[in-house]
């Protein structure tokens, strides 16, 4: 069985790349369309409405082939990995606005009020009043998302991405081991996700006991 | 007669057709102490939102030393400096410790150094019985306390005028007193104050003048001792008999 270590950790690596940079961008998305949502920005806010229910309704592994087998034909060069990243963040920018969205929503309008009634601007209401707050109700949600996007790159096999799916399909294929593909396959997922989900279960249990929730 | 520090010109409020304050002028001058009563609902809480500009209003105009209270006018965070305001329910911050809840404003909106401000916040600690708690969290804190916590984060402000908002009702009764204590402090150092309260006794002894507010309108506007004593209007009358109790 050792003899494929190698090719599972490489296989990991990649995994583990595009997934984290995948999560970044849902991240970024997924402020910036929270925000859009939260101030009830006109017309955008409609956009995103939309964005959110594209990318919640359909499976990502349709997503993926769309930015793979699409763009070249409308003359947008890419390649497989670009798409990974892409179709990830596309799927988790959406994940992570309902996240983000839901925590800023969560914290009373009276602490908005009392923000402003000490002569706070929007900006500093939201810097210093709302989004800590937000934040902090909003972990659980984002640790869930975390872990969901890192199983679902499980899909980039099928545009030919040299992931831990594809690794294992690929043993499988080529010399019957299924047992032992399977199982490293199982075992290398868990080495990734279980710290994270460790360090979320951590992170709430700080953030539940940390001066909140009178 | 000392300068006038707000002037409320004929204002009035509405929810849509719903006419909450209706016409209402008043004039509060410096160093006094306004309490305003009325039943539940008479629209109290209105009208001290609009003073800071957490409402729109529909007519008439709010001014703080000349200068126009607009929601959406340009020197709104200026002028909402100078107005300190404690809600009913408490509304401490409760990601942020009682010193930093304190601080916060003073230092991030009034870009004054920490250390001067939280030496007076210390100060002001003291005088309300409550400096041991400047690194609790909110939630550790009783209604009272943290009541008392909020009128000092207000004072820190340095506001020219102090708006209570029923700030004892959601309060244990044995906890009223101390805060009340505290608000009675400030009438004696001469603070521009308008209060809302249900507590007569505390009206009584606090008040330079009783507003009494009927469906949106003040209808009284009185020396504590002639409202409570010889109340002109019906309504004022049948208010105040609701805080008498007399056996049949
Ligand atoms: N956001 C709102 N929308 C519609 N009506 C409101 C709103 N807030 C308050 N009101 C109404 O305004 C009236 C006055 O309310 P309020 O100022 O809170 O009364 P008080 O503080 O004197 O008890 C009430 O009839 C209340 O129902
Ligand atoms: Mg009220």
């Known amino acids: ?29 997924g402020l910036i369309c929270s925000f859009v949502l939260y101030y009830q920005i006109p017309i955008i806010k409609r956009i995103v409405a939309i964005y959110i229910e594209i990318s919640r309704n359909t499976p990502l592994l349709v997503q993926l082939f769309f930015i793979y087998y699409g763009l070249p034909k409308i003359g947008i060069p890419t390649n497989a990995e670009i798409c990974g990243i892409a179709g990830l963040s596309f799927l988790g920018g959406s994940y992570m606005t309902e996240a983000f969205r839901s925590g800023l929503e969560a914290v009373d309008k009276v602490q908005l009020e009392s923000a402003e009634s000490l002569g706070m601007n929007r900006f500093q209401t939201m810097r210093y009043v709302i989004l800590p707050q937000a934040v902090s109700i909003s972990i659980p949600a984002f640790m869930a998302n975390v872990i969901f996007l890192l199983k679902e790159t499980s899909v980039f096999s099928a545009i030919s991405l040299m992931d831990l799916m594809f690794t294992a399909k690929d043993l499988i294929g080529l010399y019957y081991k299924t047992t032992e593909s399977l199982f490293l396959l199982v075992v290398f997922y868990l080495i990734i996700l279980l710290p ?6 951590l992170l709430e249990r700080r953030v539940r006991y940390a001066g909140f929730g009178d | 007669m000392a300068e006038e520090l707000l002037t409320i010109d004929h204002l009035t409020k509405q929810y849509g057709e719903n006419v909450i304050l209706n016409d209402v002028s008043l004039t509060v001058h410096k160093g006094e102490v306004v309490v305003v009563v009325g039943s539940s609902g008479c629209g ?42 404690v809600f009913q329910c408490y509304e401490l911050f409760p990601h942020l410790t009682v010193l930093n809840n304190i601080l916060l404003a003073p230092v991030k909106v009034q870009k004054r150094r920490e250390e001067e401000v939280k030496a007076e916040a210390f100060e002001l600690l003291k005088r309300v019985g409550l400096e041991d708690k400047a690194d ?17 984060r207000a004072l820190c402000m340095h506001p020219d005028i102090l708006l209570f908002d029923e700030v004892t009702a959601a309060l244990d009764p044995e906890m009223v007193r101390e805060v009340l204590d505290v608000i009675l402090e400030l009438a004696e150092q001469g603070r521009t104050m308008i209060i809302v309260t249900h507590e007569m006794q505390f009206a009584k002894a606090v008040a330079d003048r009783i507003i009494f507010i009927d469906d949106g309108k003040i209808i009284e506007n009185s020396k504590p001792e002639q409202f409570f004593s010889h109340p002109e209007t019906e309504r004022a009358k049948q208010f105040l008999n609701m805080f008498e109790y007399k056996r049949k």
């Open chain 2, 136 to 152: 609790s969290y909110p939630r550790q804190l009783s209604g009272g306390q943290k009541q008392r916590i909020a009128i000092v």
């Open chain 2, 44 to 85: 109290k809480s209105t009208l001290l939102r609009c003073i800071n500009a957490l409402e729109s209003i529909q007519g008439g105009e709010i001014c703080l030393q000349g200068e126009k209270i607009e929601q959406e006018g340009k020197n709104i965070t200026a002028l909402r400096q100078k107005i300190g305001m």
């Open chain 1, 196 to 201: 994270i989900s460790i360090i979320g279960s």
């Open chain 1, 1 to 29: 069985m050792e003899q494929y270590l190698p090719l599972y950790q490489k296989a990991a690596v990649l995994t583990i790349r595009l997934g984290i940079l995948g999560i970044v961008f849902s991240i970024l998305i």
